[in-house]
Protein backbone atom coordinates (compact mmCIF):
# COMPACT_ATOMS: atom_id res chain seq x y z
CA UNK A 1 0.00 0.00 0.00
CA UNK A 2 2.93 2.69 0.90
CA UNK A 3 4.44 2.07 -2.55
CA UNK A 4 0.93 3.00 -4.74
CA UNK A 5 0.71 6.18 -2.24
CA UNK A 6 4.36 6.78 -3.34
CA UNK A 7 3.51 6.23 -6.72
CA UNK A 8 0.78 8.47 -6.79
CA UNK A 9 2.30 11.33 -4.82
CA UNK A 10 4.78 11.15 -7.50
CA UNK A 11 2.58 11.37 -10.49
CA UNK A 12 0.62 14.43 -8.74
CA UNK A 13 3.82 16.22 -8.16
CA UNK A 14 5.45 15.49 -12.03
CA UNK A 15 1.24 16.88 -12.87
CA UNK A 16 1.64 19.83 -11.12
CA UNK A 17 5.38 20.68 -12.29
CA UNK A 18 4.34 20.10 -15.80
CA UNK A 19 0.92 22.26 -14.68
CA UNK A 20 3.50 25.10 -13.96
CA UNK A 21 5.83 24.38 -17.03
CA UNK A 22 3.18 25.10 -19.46
CA UNK A 23 1.23 27.88 -17.73
CA UNK A 24 4.81 29.28 -17.74
CA UNK A 25 5.30 28.63 -21.53
CA UNK A 26 1.71 29.94 -22.28
CA UNK A 27 2.14 33.22 -20.61
CA UNK A 28 6.00 33.93 -22.21
CA UNK A 29 4.32 33.13 -25.48
CA UNK A 30 1.12 35.05 -25.04
CA UNK A 31 3.95 37.89 -24.28
CA UNK A 32 5.41 37.40 -27.24
CA UNK A 33 2.50 37.31 -29.50
CA UNK A 34 1.20 40.44 -28.27
CA UNK A 35 5.02 42.26 -28.58
CA UNK A 36 4.83 41.00 -32.51
CA UNK A 37 1.64 42.73 -32.63
CA UNK A 38 2.21 45.51 -31.54
CA UNK A 39 5.80 45.90 -33.10
CA UNK A 40 3.99 47.72 -36.60
CA UNK A 41 2.10 49.92 -34.16
CA UNK A 42 5.30 51.13 -32.16
CA UNK A 43 7.06 51.37 -35.37
CA UNK A 44 4.63 53.61 -36.88
CA UNK A 45 4.27 55.73 -34.22
CA UNK A 46 8.09 56.28 -33.66
CA UNK A 47 8.32 56.86 -37.43
CA UNK A 48 5.94 60.11 -36.93
CA UNK A 49 8.97 61.65 -34.63
CA UNK A 50 10.90 62.01 -37.73
CA UNK A 51 8.88 64.12 -39.71
CA UNK A 52 9.69 67.75 -40.26
CA UNK A 53 5.99 68.64 -39.51
CA UNK A 54 6.16 67.07 -35.91
CA UNK A 55 9.84 68.53 -35.32
CA UNK A 56 8.28 71.84 -36.35
CA UNK A 57 5.28 71.50 -34.14
CA UNK A 58 7.59 69.99 -31.09
CA UNK A 59 9.75 73.34 -31.31
CA UNK A 60 6.65 75.55 -31.46
CA UNK A 61 5.59 74.35 -28.14
CA UNK A 62 9.13 74.65 -26.85
CA UNK A 63 9.96 78.17 -27.94
CA UNK A 64 6.22 79.68 -29.23
CA UNK A 65 4.01 78.64 -26.16
CA UNK A 66 5.41 79.44 -23.20
CA UNK A 67 4.74 83.18 -24.42
CA UNK A 68 1.07 82.71 -25.05
CA UNK A 69 -1.88 83.38 -22.39
CA UNK A 70 -2.71 80.37 -20.52
CA UNK A 71 -6.48 79.54 -21.94
CA UNK A 72 -8.17 76.54 -22.59
CA UNK A 73 -6.89 73.91 -25.32
CA UNK A 74 -10.33 74.49 -27.64
CA UNK A 75 -9.92 78.54 -26.90
CA UNK A 76 -6.36 78.57 -28.53
CA UNK A 77 -6.24 79.52 -32.39
CA UNK A 78 -6.59 76.60 -34.76
CA UNK A 79 -2.58 77.10 -35.86
CA UNK A 80 -1.56 76.44 -32.11
CA UNK A 81 -4.18 73.48 -31.38
CA UNK A 82 -3.14 71.88 -34.55
CA UNK A 83 0.72 71.96 -33.05
CA UNK A 84 -0.54 70.63 -29.86
CA UNK A 85 -2.66 68.07 -31.08
CA UNK A 86 0.15 66.82 -33.37
CA UNK A 87 2.52 66.25 -30.47
CA UNK A 88 0.26 66.07 -27.28
CA UNK A 89 -1.84 63.45 -29.02
CA UNK A 90 1.49 61.68 -30.50
CA UNK A 91 2.92 61.26 -26.73
CA UNK A 92 -0.57 60.76 -25.58
CA UNK A 93 -0.59 57.26 -27.71
CA UNK A 94 2.26 56.28 -26.53
CA UNK A 95 1.05 56.56 -22.74
CA UNK A 96 -1.94 54.44 -24.01
CA UNK A 97 0.19 51.60 -25.30
CA UNK A 98 2.61 51.85 -22.03
CA UNK A 99 -0.40 52.23 -19.63
CA UNK A 100 -2.74 49.31 -21.29
CA UNK A 101 0.43 46.97 -20.97
CA UNK A 102 0.67 46.76 -24.93
CA UNK A 103 4.31 48.20 -25.16
CA UNK A 104 7.23 47.80 -22.03
CA UNK A 105 7.16 51.20 -20.26
CA UNK A 106 11.03 50.86 -20.50
CA UNK A 107 10.90 50.84 -24.56
CA UNK A 108 9.05 54.25 -24.48
CA UNK A 109 10.67 55.84 -20.94
CA UNK A 110 13.94 55.21 -22.42
CA UNK A 111 13.61 56.77 -25.57
CA UNK A 112 11.09 59.03 -25.42
CA UNK A 113 10.29 60.00 -21.60
CA UNK A 114 12.34 62.94 -20.72
CA UNK A 115 10.96 64.73 -23.81
CA UNK A 116 7.66 62.93 -22.78
CA UNK A 117 8.19 64.83 -19.77
CA UNK A 118 9.25 67.82 -21.32
CA UNK A 119 6.19 68.53 -23.64
CA UNK A 120 3.73 67.53 -20.91
CA UNK A 121 5.55 70.40 -18.36
CA UNK A 122 5.28 73.11 -21.49
CA UNK A 123 1.10 72.26 -22.18
CA UNK A 124 -0.07 71.24 -18.87
CA UNK A 125 -1.34 74.33 -18.17
CA UNK A 126 -3.58 74.52 -21.52
CA UNK A 127 -4.56 71.00 -20.94
CA UNK A 128 -5.39 71.53 -17.16
CA UNK A 129 -7.32 75.15 -18.33
CA UNK A 130 -9.43 72.45 -20.72
CA UNK A 131 -10.25 70.12 -17.99
CA UNK A 132 -11.65 72.49 -15.68
CA UNK A 133 -13.51 74.12 -18.64
CA UNK A 134 -15.16 71.10 -20.11
CA UNK A 135 -14.52 68.52 -17.23
CA UNK A 136 -12.21 66.27 -19.53
CA UNK A 137 -9.56 63.99 -19.65
CA UNK A 138 -7.62 65.27 -22.60
CA UNK A 139 -4.48 63.76 -22.56
CA UNK A 140 -4.23 61.80 -19.65
CA UNK A 141 -2.53 58.95 -20.86
CA UNK A 142 0.35 61.69 -21.49
CA UNK A 143 0.14 62.98 -17.88
CA UNK A 144 0.45 59.28 -16.44
CA UNK A 145 4.00 58.62 -18.78
CA UNK A 146 5.39 62.15 -17.79
CA UNK A 147 4.40 60.59 -14.34
CA UNK A 148 6.46 57.35 -14.82
CA UNK A 149 8.99 58.95 -15.80
CA UNK A 150 10.04 60.37 -12.55
CA UNK A 151 9.09 57.30 -10.96
CA UNK A 152 11.60 55.36 -13.43
CA UNK A 153 13.85 57.95 -15.33
CA UNK A 154 14.99 57.39 -18.84
CA UNK A 155 18.96 57.23 -17.13
CA UNK A 156 18.12 54.30 -15.27
CA UNK A 157 16.68 52.45 -17.93
CA UNK A 158 19.40 53.23 -19.79
CA UNK A 159 22.20 52.11 -17.11
CA UNK A 160 19.80 48.54 -16.75
CA UNK A 161 20.38 47.75 -19.97
CA UNK A 162 23.53 48.84 -19.62
CA UNK A 163 24.29 51.21 -22.68
CA UNK A 164 27.26 53.18 -23.65
CA UNK A 165 28.28 55.94 -25.08
CA UNK A 166 30.61 55.61 -27.73
CA UNK A 167 34.00 57.10 -27.57
CA UNK A 168 35.09 56.94 -31.38
CA UNK A 169 38.29 54.80 -32.74
CA UNK A 170 41.07 54.45 -30.07
CA UNK A 171 43.47 57.30 -30.33
CA UNK A 172 46.55 55.38 -29.74
CA UNK A 173 48.05 53.02 -32.48
CA UNK A 174 47.55 49.72 -32.55
CA UNK A 175 50.61 47.32 -31.59
CA UNK A 176 52.76 45.96 -34.25
CA UNK A 177 52.16 42.45 -35.40
CA UNK A 178 54.76 39.87 -34.00
CA UNK A 179 57.25 38.94 -35.74
CA UNK A 180 57.08 35.23 -37.61
CA UNK A 181 60.55 33.86 -37.05
CA UNK A 182 63.02 34.00 -39.93
CA UNK A 183 62.57 31.61 -41.93
CA UNK A 184 65.51 28.93 -42.51
CA UNK A 185 67.83 29.67 -45.46
CA UNK A 186 67.94 27.02 -47.91
CA UNK A 187 71.16 25.94 -48.31
CA UNK A 188 73.61 26.38 -50.90
CA UNK A 189 76.93 24.99 -49.79
CA UNK A 190 77.68 21.25 -48.48
CA UNK A 191 78.42 21.60 -44.96
CA UNK A 192 81.22 19.05 -44.19
CA UNK A 193 80.83 16.20 -42.02
Known amino acids: MEVETAIALISIAISVVSLVVSGTLALRQ?????????????????????T????????FIFDELPR???EPYTDLPL????????????????????????VKEELIIGSNGSQARRIWEAIEPFVRAE??????????YLEDLAYRTTRKP?????????LHPYAGPARTSLPAPPESP???????EQQPD
Open 154 to 162: PAAIHEKLN
Open 30 to 50: TRTTMDGYALPVVLQVFSRFR
Open 182 to 188: AAPRPRT
Open 52 to 59: QEFFDAQQ
Open 79 to 102: EVRSHLRMVGGLYDDLGKLVAHGI
Open 68 to 70: RPV
Open 131 to 140: RDKRNSNLWI
